[in-house]
C-alpha cells in the first residue's frame, strides 16, 4: 500500500469516527478515566473517586456519574515528581 492509498484509507475511517469533543467540555466516565490513569474502572471508582480532594462528580438523574476531564487531568497532574 503507498502513501495516497493510507492516506485515503485513514480519511474513510475518520468519517466512521465519532467526533472529539474538547478536554475543556469532555465529560469522562469511570472506564474513561481508568483508562487515562492506567487503571481499571472498578480501582477508580473504589479508590479514586472516593478521595476527598478528587474533583466532585456531575449526577444527572438516572444516570451514572461523570467527571470533567479537565478536572480529573489537573487533579493527576499534582502528583507529578511525587
Not at 40 to 45: D, E, G, L, Q
Amino acid at each position: 500500500m503507498n502513501q495516497v492509498e493510507l492516506s485515503q484509507l485513514a480519511a474513510e475511517i475518520a468519517q466512521h469516527l465519532p467526533p472529539q469533543l474538547p478536554i475543556s467540555i469532555a465529560l469522562w466516565d469511570g472506564e474513561t478515566i481508568g483508562q487515562y490513569m492506567k487503571r481499571t474502572s472498578r480501582y477508580v471508582m473504589e479508590r479514586v473517586v472516593c478521595l476527598p480532594t478528587f474533583p466532585k462528580a456531575i449526577r444527572m438523574p438516572q444516570a451514572q456519574p461523570l467527571w470533567k476531564a479537565c478536572e480529573v487531568i489537573n487533579w493527576t497532574e499534582q502528583f507529578k515528581g511525587k
